[in-house]
């Protein structure tokens, strides 16, 4: 007897289903069922077109019955896990999906699924071993890779393995997964285990008698975690850039007695690549700048007579000291096989970005203090960056803000067709780029005072092929300029460098569309006193701002023990000149309670919706438990009083306006 149909049959069943002809499927499927009553397939489609219907009853009774006829049908047991878990039936999801690989144990999707279970428990060491699990079977399934990327933002792994080495290490060669900085304090406690690593951070403060150079350049170049995080992120870790000066160092001091040029190439490119990320923040003294003059002189002597090529390790010393680009040879070694890495990085895309300045739209800016902060980013655009995590699928704004748990008004928003978004302040691109894969049907429009910086995005735009984004240099004060309304506004870490920071909001608000929803970043009064205290002692000392005065000042914070100095030293922001100009140099910043929120959200007509950050979010749900609580700002102003740094980042909230 024939249980199945036919091969055609089959197939336009299939096409229907993909067509989301859902209640065709149905309707077929029934009348097959009289001449096939014991399909799997039938059955199998069935449920999992109910499923898509959210008709849930009716999909577990259609696979709970083909189990009866072939209880080893493990992705029955598959789509079981999906619909409990959709019902929040998590025990019963977790048997299903255990019961499915207990059959099928190469279902790696059944492994992602039960981490996603784990992760939103924050049973985060399991979520990780089932994400591990299912890139052990396949490497390639990105969707797990982001997860795990996601869980390694807030874990301490307590040993090394092989498994974790080689998923960090697919993570940190992707581009569009992670932004390193997210997971760099995980990674770097991670490398801590590392037996090799250990013993060089054990004689750290004497790595000359201790370990002979040759054996450190090759040991460091052999940990491929920590050369790829060297190669894409600021290193967020004193001792680890203390490690990376001394190699620095020692490599041009000690050139003609490396036992291996090319080892030390390797790493000095390395080396050369984290200095430009973090524009060169890192000093030096008079004795290396001596010699790197004597070597950019042999090298011209050497351009000259056409036999450069053999300068590949002294050109990439030279680059860990100052950008390729600055020197007016550089064109002249764009061909050295050994050294095209760092041509792209520090020759290529910066010219690049000079020719992107020609086709930029640029509006006139007028406002004094607007002037300044656009010629500080002009100076030190922020921040570099490589790597980005970019939304794989965008979703409906509703879907994506319900995923948030915000409190908002949906009628409108299910209205929405042809999205458009605001980026006020969108300084290299990150922000913009990213919000530009997160709604479906968006474009998106990004402005900042900098040109340098909207080079610096539209180079990355282009290299991520997004389409949906124009950059516009422009003062939001002058939003009117561009005769266009939002649907959506995110403006992050820009308000608050203003003159008048409340007259910035009234603007955006202004723009924004009723019902519209906006994303703003202001800076905590309290999480920043200490920071405040620094820039009032840097004030009265009359500082000088530029790089030199920024790096000379930094190394007073490395060696100093100062309470205000030591939490300075905890921020990403201490590791690049940039982030370290932004955040003790600025030229304007206002800082703010959520007393002055609140109120400000009253006079504009806005309603908060919800702080952005999930890990602030399950912090403050641990104390408490009901859901409206999560938006009501005055329990939140409590809790700032009780947990003092927990806005260390910034407010990151959105509001909606009322009709």
């Keep these: 007897m024939n249980y199945e149909p036919k091969k055609e049959i089959a197939e336009k069943l299939l096409e229907s289903f993909n067509e989301k002809l859902y209640f065709d499927v149905i309707k077929k499927i029934s009348e097959l069922r009289i001449q096939y009553p014991n399909s799997i397939f039938l059955l199998n489609v069935l449920g999992v077109t109910y499923n898509e219907l959210n008709k849930y009853d009716e999909a577990i009774k259609c696979f709970n019955e083909l189990l009866k006829i072939n209880k080893n049908f493990a992705d029955a047991y598959f ?19 255990n019961q499915c690989i207990k059959i099928n144990p190469k279902k790696f999707e059944a492994y992602n699924n039960l981490g996603n279970i784990y992760k939103e428990r924050q049973e985060i060491k399991i979520a990780i071993e089932k994400y591990l699990q299912c890139l052990e079977i396949n490497p390639n399934y990105i969707i797990a890779l982001q997860n795990f990327a996601v869980c390694l933002q807030n874990f301490k792994f307590n040993k090394t393995s092989s498994i974790v080495d080689r998923h960090i290490i697919n993570l940190l060669e992707q581009e569009k997964i992670v932004r390193p900085v997210d997971i760099i304090f ?17 004689n750290i403060d004497d790595l000359e008698n201790n370990l ?21 992120t600021p290193i967020t870790d004193l001792k680890i850039e203390k ?77 860990a000291y100052r950008p390729l680009h600055i020197l ?16 792209q990085q520090q020759i290529n895309e910066p010219q690049e970005e000079l020719n992107l300045r020609k086709k930029l739209l640029s509006l006139n800016i007028k406002n004094k203090i607007s002037l300044n902060v656009k010629n500080q980013y002009e100076n030190n655009p922020y921040p570099r960056w490589n790597k980005v995590a970019l939304y794989r699928i965008p979703k409906k704004p509703l879907i994506f803000f319900k995923n948030l748990e915000l409190n908002i008004k949906e009628e409108n928003i299910q209205k929405w067709k042809n999205i458009n978004v605001l980026v006020a302040g969108c300084g290299t691109g990150q922000h913009a780029i990213t919000t530009a ?3 479906e049907n968006s474009f998106v429009t990004a402005i900042d005072l900098s040109a340098q910086s909207l080079c610096y995005a539209k180079r990355k735009a282009d290299e991520f092929e997004i389409k949906n984004i124009e950059f516009i240099q422009m003062d939001l004060l002058d939003l009117k300029k561009i005769s266009k309304k939002f649907d959506i506004i995110e403006s992050v870490g820009v308000l608050h460098h203003m003159d008048n920071p409340f007259t910035g909001w009234q603007i955006l608000n202004k723009f924004l569309n009723p019902n519209g929803l906006m994303m703003i970043g202001l800076y905590s009064k309290i999480a920043r006193e200490h920071i405040s205290k620094i820039r009032n002692e840097i004030k009265k000392e009359k500082i000088n701002i530029n790089e030199k005065n920024i790096i000379k000042y930094r190394e007073k914070i490395i060696s100093s023990k100062n309470n205000d100095f030591n939490l300075i030293k905890q921020s990403t922001d201490f590791f690049s000149l940039s982030t370290l100009r932004d955040l003790l140099f ?54 700032e009083i009780e947990n003092p740094r927990i806005f260390a980042g910034m407010y990151q909230f959105w509001c909606q306006k009322k009709l």
Aim: a positive charge; glycine letters at 2%.
């Design 79 to 97: 789509n079981l896990g999906i619909i409990y878990k959709k019902i929040k039936e998590e025990k019963k999801s977790i048997f299903n999906y």
């Design 186 to 202: 995980t990674i770097i406690d991670y490398l801590y285990l590392n037996p090799k690593l250990k013993l060089i951070l054990k």
């Design 586 to 639: 600025h030229v304007q910043e206002h800082t703010f309670t959520i007393s002055q929120i609140i109120k400000h959200l009253n006079h504009l007509k806005l309603t908060f919706s919800g702080f952005e950050n999930s890990n602030l979010i399950n912090l403050f749900k641990n104390k408490h438990n009901d859901k409206k609580d999560l938006y009501d700002l005055n329990l939140w102003k409590k809790f």
């Design 437 to 439: 894969t997160k709604y």
């Design 212 to 232: 002979p150079l040759n054996e450190l350049v090759m040991e460091i170049s052999n940990i491929k975690i920590l050369i790829l995080l060297i190669e894409n």
């Design 328 to 343: 007016k040879w550089s064109n002249k070694i764009k061909q050295i096989p050994n050294l095209k890495d760092l041509v």
């Design 243 to 319: 490690i990376l000066r001394y190699l620095r160092s020692e490599i041009l001091l000690n050139l003609s007695t490396l036992e291996s040029r090319k080892v030390a190439l390797k790493l000095m490119k390395s080396i050369a690549k984290q200095c430009f990320i973090n524009e060169y923040i890192y000093s030096f003294g008079k004795k290396e700048e001596g010699i790197l003059n004597n070597i950019e002189k042999k090298i011209i002597k050497d351009l000259q007579k056409n036999s450069f090529t053999q300068n590949d390790l002294e050109i990439a010393c030279l680059a």
